[in-house]
């Protein structure tokens, strides 16, 4: 791939949209993780928490039993209690939830028209949302949580909207 894309259909995050298009990327502007950045600031996130934590009962949590080898021999055992929800957290529905309260606040047509823009860009578990958006829309979210207008989805609390 050195000279350009061999076909249209590589058209991935990166590369290049059509034949004849060059997909190097010069190494002297650019530095290890600058993409990432670049998507990053483009990029809210909204720390969530899920409200009422689990009781630490055994139907909720799981007793995982590490064992270190050295050696050969066993060196010894550490159990940990883990709660089991964050596995059932699909990030998307996770979004969904929070534009369907936040399309809610009919008294703020910023705020819903913001919601309509914002775009799903990823989760990571457990508990940060990752939205994109016009900078319009980015910056109407982050006033209705310094307003604490801002809902959360069902079972969540807001704890942090930030870059």
């Known amino acids: 791939m050195s000279g350009g894309c061999q076909s249209p259909l590589i058209m991935k995050r990166g590369r290049c949209h059509s034949p004849g298009i060059s997909s190097k990327v010069s190494t002297s502007t650019t530095t ?87 775009e799903f860009q990823g989760y990571i578990a457990p508990g940060v949302l990752l939205v994109s958006g016009s900078p319009c829309a980015l910056e109407v979210v982050r006033a209705a949580w310094a307003r604490n207008v801002l809902k959360p989805p069902n079972n969540y609390v807001i704890s942090v909207v930030g870059e």
């Not at 270190?68 to 055992?77: E, I, K, L, P, V």
Request: proline letters at 3%.
């Open 32 to 118: 290890p993780g600058t993409r990432c950045l670049v998507f990053l600031r483009r990029c809210l996130a909204i720390q969530l928490q899920k409200v009422g934590s689990f009781p630490n009962n055994s139907s909720t949590t799981t007793s995982a039993t590490a064992t270190s080898c050295t050696n050969g021999h066993f060196d010894g055992t550490v159990e940990r209690d883990a709660p089991l929800y964050w596995m059932y957290d699909s990030g998307y529905l996770i979004f969904q939830g929070f534009l369907d309260a936040n399309l809610k606040c009919f008294w703020n047509g910023a705020l819903m028209e913001a919601m309509k823009i914002l």
